[in-house]
């Protein structure tokens, strides 16, 4: 099965010939609507159509524009390699042709060598012709086919107001340019050389003044060599090298041009009228370039003399404006010195006030100090007293209990013991049981009497032992009551010297 690729190019003489298609777009390619964007082609790439169908729109399309536009169209069959099938309308009938591996080898890749947009290129890859009427229509679309070769030509032919000529220096252009006057009319002739196949030579009654530069001869030539070109040229300024400076070795030409291009084919100019009293008007034209060319020296030097005022002008003003800043340069050198004196004169009186404030907060701080280290020597000697106190209280009452309870049993026993005495001496002689008792209670009682005096004495020397150790006890906890003191009595923060 086949698959192709289609390719379509329609391009018209003028964009109103898009207003053909408002009611015969049978591809509905939208063609009516290029008219108002002033477009003068429209190309369709990509499309799918069979060769069938790509003739009949081709076909159509052709019948629509008639003599104001052309055509082309190519098929590629991506099935069948190497293979196109090609179709141009230049504005007599459509036209086929076919390249494959039989016929036309080598264009059987024109689908893939060629740009849909490049209608020329197309048209010289195919090695397609045209015939005399086809070539008009071609014309009037922007290609001219010089022999068997098509090539594009601009159609804008605005021109500068002057366009100097090249090559004025040659052959017998120096006298026919000392001859010739502003305002006279000229004619084009193709020129062409092995370097510049599009040169343009321009001509005077006399004979060459020059030619076009390229970039004028290259939209002329085209359309002069198709006798389509209606012109008027004529000199605007002639200065012949005889009356420029010594270092300059061609004359300056420049003329005006108004061209366009006829509908109709224009025989080639070969002539020019007659300048009438030549050497009169020559003199005079000399004579006004001489006093345009003084005039013109005078405006220079006064131009430079005013230009050299205005400099020296500028100049004093420059040296003025120079003197104004290094003037300001140094008063704002001269405040900013002085503002750096003030500032460290500040700088120095903020340092000595703060060091001052800081001598007396530090003197207030260290009298703080000293008043609350007083306090704590205080509070610490109060503790330690304290402490001394509840210790001599504790022994003494530890001793006094134990002297009361042991003066409780001596008198218990000092009872005791006197009434086992007196019990003793009343008994008679043979009461021996009881005597035996009493005497026994005597040595019971004498000898608790001694433990007790014994243990009143080791109670004193207890309470001495104590007593002597209280201090030493007490004063054992300063550390304590020291770390209790700096809690009770916080020193205040000492004042931060400056820098």
């Not at 893939?112 to 947009?117: G, L, P």
């Not at 068997?148 to 021109?159: A, Q, V």
């Not at 003066?407 to 007196?422: I, M, Y």
């Amino acid at each position: 099965m086949s698959q192709y690729s289609s390719r379509i190019h329609i391009k018209v003489s003028s964009p109103e010939v898009w207003r053909k298609f408002e009611d015969e777009d049978d591809a509905s390619f939208g063609l009516a609507e290029l008219a108002k964007r002033g477009n003068t082609s429209f190309v369709v790439s990509g499309t799918y159509l069979s060769a069938e169908e790509l003739f009949g729109i081709v076909n159509a399309l052709a019948e629509t524009l008639g003599k104001d536009g052309i055509i082309i169209a190519d098929n590629t069959d991506i099935n069948v390699d190497p293979y196109d099938y090609c179709l141009y309308y230049l504005g007599s009938y459509v036209q086929t042709e076919e390249f494959n591996i039989y016929r036309g080898k080598n264009k059987c890749e024109m689908a893939f060598e060629t740009d849909i947009m490049d209608i020329p290129g197309w048209l010289n890859y195919g090695g397609f012709s045209a015939s005399e009427a086809e070539k008009e229509v071609l014309f009037r679309c922007g290609l001219l086919v010089v022999g068997e070769h098509y090539e594009p030509f601009s159609t804008d032919l605005n021109m500068p107001d002057s366009v100097y000529l090249r090559e004025t220096s040659f052959k017998k252009r120096p006298e026919t340019i000392e001859r010739t006057i502003i305002g006279e009319e000229v004619y084009f002739v193709h020129s062409k050389d092995a370097y510049d196949p599009l040169r343009i030579e321009v001509m005077s009654e006399l004979g060459s003044l020059g030619y076009l530069p390229s970039d004028i001869s290259d939209k002329l030539t085209p359309i002069l060599t198709n006798n389509r070109l209606h012109y008027t040229a004529a000199t605007v300024e002639v200065i012949p090298a005889s009356l420029r400076n010594k270092h300059a070795k061609s004359s300056d030409v420049a003329i005006s041009i108004k061209a366009e291009i006829s509908d109709e084919k224009t025989p080639a100019k070969k002539t020019v009228p007659k300048v009438a009293d030549r050497d009169r008007r020559v003199a005079q034209d000399r004579s006004r370039i001489i006093e345009q060319r003084k005039a013109e020296e005078e405006r220079k030097r006064k131009e430079e003399e005013a230009r050299k005022a205005e400099e020296a002008r500028k100049r004093k003003e420059e040296e003025a404006r120079k003197a104004e800043e290094e003037r300001k340069r140094k008063e704002e050198e001269a405040r900013k010195a002085e503002e750096a004196r003030k500032r460290k004169e500040e700088e120095a009186r903020k340092a000595e006030e703060e060091l001052r404030k800081y001598k007396e907060d530090h003197k207030k701080w260290e009298s703080e100090c000293a008043d609350i280290k007083a306090k704590r020597s205080a509070f610490v000697d109060a503790k330690i007293a304290e402490e001394k106190a509840a210790i001599v209280d504790a022994a003494t009452k530890k001793r006094d209990d134990a002297i009361a309870k042991a003066n409780a049993v001596l008198k218990e026993q000092t009872d005791r013991k006197a009434l086992a005495e007196s019990t003793l001496a009343s008994l008679g002689v043979f009461k021996f049981g009881a005597k035996k008792v009493q005497k026994s209670i005597i040595e019971e009682a004498a000898k608790l009497l001694t433990d007790v005096q014994a243990s009143i004495s080791a109670a004193e020397a207890v309470y001495s032992t104590e007593m002597e150790a209280a201090d030493k006890k007490a004063k054992s906890k300063r550390r304590s009551f020291r770390k209790n003191a700096e809690i009770e009595f916080p020193l205040p923060v000492e004042p931060k010297k400056p820098n």
